[in-house]
């Protein structure tokens, strides 16, 4: 996990206190230090200091110049440069600014960040790391392997991104229709269509500059009335409020127990936008959250709603399983569960019958439930968020009694001579972690032996984890082929233990394909979507006859 021990080094030289009083002890702790530089220094100015060297290193320099005075190879976006700072990093020096107390204290007596200063940015990051150093001395031989889930789920996201077609598609394909849109309408007083179009408006506009103002006048998409101020009620908080309301997350979530710096639940993420009083200028220190709060975050909108709600969300991602692996591999035939009676009871095959050549060769069990804070961070996530593991415990067990029912003649099925057993999810839910999934398969063995005593140990086929992004990612570089054989070699070749799917495919396919486009347009779900689409082709094609670059 490159980035947990790692330095940026500044070349710019460090200024000396000015005044004896602004040095710490020597000995003093580094979460002391770093807390006490984020309470001296006014929130708005670290808000723009992460904002300016987030566009600095994401291709946007142009709009942070003059705002952080900082050498030339600060403006990079190489993961292996000296002056990267990693994202996930940055977010937790916000998050741990809104959960900080501010001191009360006169300016002299203060010690603050320079914010204009790229040393001083690079010395704040590097106590962070300081910081995360010191709490990775509290591992143990019985935790370490713990904390590397944690450590994935809290820099995979970043690395993977939420702006692109797929996630933006995915999600809005199963909570965006039906009866999940009508239960977010109901509820938040505007379409799931207009939110994301405003939420899309504010992530390019926040993009171009570190402080905003409302947007007014006409915008690129047609909106309802009143539908920009509502998604801004949802998306932003006040300064002050964020602060309140960051803390009382921290305490909620950690439940009277210190939570590792590296781990503080990121506020950002429920409000990407912080206003600051009293001109309402707003900033977004990372703009794409204003697109994973309009895709992924949607979840959270409708985690209340009725079962019914909730269970058409599933069967869409049961949908969009079944048309993805049609979409990139149609040598496959992807069939929907089917229903039969087991003891006078109804039951039903798994989710995902994957056909091919008159043999099933896979059989997906989907959940489409989110990760919960402690699923993701939690020192035992297995335990401590029980009821959400015990969730892919039993899908290894149903598809384990498919198995079986197959064996004894209670369903008719025919299987090829491999068959793969996936449990497929919405997000990575063991990703990096041999001990939990060695878990789930020991909680799936107590559920076989109370519910299913005739299963046999062939029955019990190795259960792949695998997350609908890897899938979509490994079957956009393979084919049929290759995907069987990333899936035999993920179940049976112990090498592979608490591997990716991507990274399996990688290493026991060597053959490098073309990587196939990703097969849907969001365009089809979103109509303002497509026509933004068209008005910048046919804006870029004036262009060009503009400047006599067609016939």
């Known amino acids: 996990m490159r980035g947990w021990a790692s330095r940026i080094r500044a070349t710019l030289p460090k200024a000396k206190p000015k005044n004896p009083m602004h040095a710490y002890h020597p000995k003093a702790k580094p979460i002391e230090v770093l807390l006490r530089r984020l309470s001296h220094t006014d ?3 670290i808000l723009l200091m992460v904002w300016a060297m987030h566009a600095l290193q994401s291709n946007r320099v142009a709009q942070a110049k003059g705002l952080i005075r900082h050498p030339i190879e600060a403006e990079t976006t190489d993961m292996e440069s000296k002056f990267m700072a990693y994202k996930w990093e940055m977010e937790s020096i916000i998050t741990l600014t809104l ?7 006169p300016d ?8 204009a200063v790229f040393g001083d940015f690079a010395d704040t990051m590097n106590l962070l790391k300081a910081v995360e150093q010191e709490d990775s001395k509290k591992l143990t031989s019985d935790t370490i392997m ?3 889930h944690r450590i994935a789920h809290r820099q995979f996201p970043w690395q993977t991104g939420w702006e692109n077609v797929a996630n933006i598609y995915r999600h809005v394909f199963i909570y965006g229709q039906g009866q999940c849109a009508d239960y977010f309408e109901e509820t938040c007083g505007l379409t799931i269509q207009d939110f994301i179009a405003c939420c899309f408006c504010l992530y390019v506009q926040t993009q171009q500059a570190a402080w905003n103002v409302p947007l007014t006048g006409k915008l690129p998409v047609e909106l309802a009335e009143g539908a920009m101020e509502k998604t801004m009620g949802m998306v932003s908080a006040e300064l002050w409020t964020a602060r309140r309301e ?4 921290y305490k909620k979530l950690a439940a009277g127990n210190a939570i590792p710096a590296a781990y503080h639940p990121s506020y950002l993420r429920v409000r990407p936008i912080i206003r600051a009083a009293p001109r309402d200028h707003y900033i977004a220190p990372f703009p794409e959250f204003l697109l994973l709060r309009s895709t992924v975050g949607l979840y959270f909108d409708l985690i209340a709603a009725p ?13 969009y399983a079944r048309n993805t692996i049609r979409a990139y591999l149609p040598e496959f035939d992807p069939q929907p569960a089917l229903p039969y009676i087991y003891k006078n009871n109804p039951a039903e095959t798994p989710d995902v019958l994957m056909h091919r050549n008159g043999g099933i060769v896979a059989v997906f069990e989907c959940k489409a439930t989110k990760l919960s804070f402690q699923a993701q961070y939690a020192n035992d996530p297995a335990a401590d968020a029980k009821s959400q593991y015990d969730q ?5 067990f149903q598809l384990w009694r498919f198995f079986s029912h197959v064996r004894r003649g209670i369903i008719q099925h025919p299987l090829a001579e491999e068959v793969a057993a996936v449990v497929l999810t919405m997000e990575p839910w063991t990703q990096t972690s041999a001990e939990l999934r060695t878990a789930m398969i020991a909680e799936a063995e107590k559920i076989a032996a109370q519910k299913e005593p005739e299963m046999t ?16 990612n490994v079957m956009s570089r393979s084919t049929g082929d290759d995907l069987l054989e990333t899936f035999r070699a993920a179940a049976h070749d112990n090498q592979f233990n608490g591997w990716s799917i991507r990274e399996v495919r990688t290493a026991a396919v060597p053959e490098v394909r073309q990587v196939k486009k990703y097969p849907f347009e969001p365009g089809d779900l979103l109509p303002w979507w497509k026509d933004m689409y068209d008005k910048g082709v046919a804006k870029r094609a004036a262009k060009a006859v503009a400047a006599g670059e067609t016939d």
């Open 43 to 45: 929130d708005r100015r």
């Open 99 to 105: 959960n900080m107390r501010k001191d009360v204290m």
């Open 108 to 115: 002299v007596m203060k010690r603050t960040i320079n914010t």
């Open 146 to 148: 713990r904390e590397f």
């Open 246 to 249: 960051s803390f009382e997350l």
């Open 307 to 319: 079962t019914g709600v909730m269970n058409e969300a599933r069967s869409r991602f049961e949908e």
């Open 392 to 396: 892919i415990a039993n899908a290894v």
């Open 457 to 472: 140990a062939a029955d019990k086929r190795t259960p792949l984890f695998v997350s609908i992004h890897e899938l979509e």
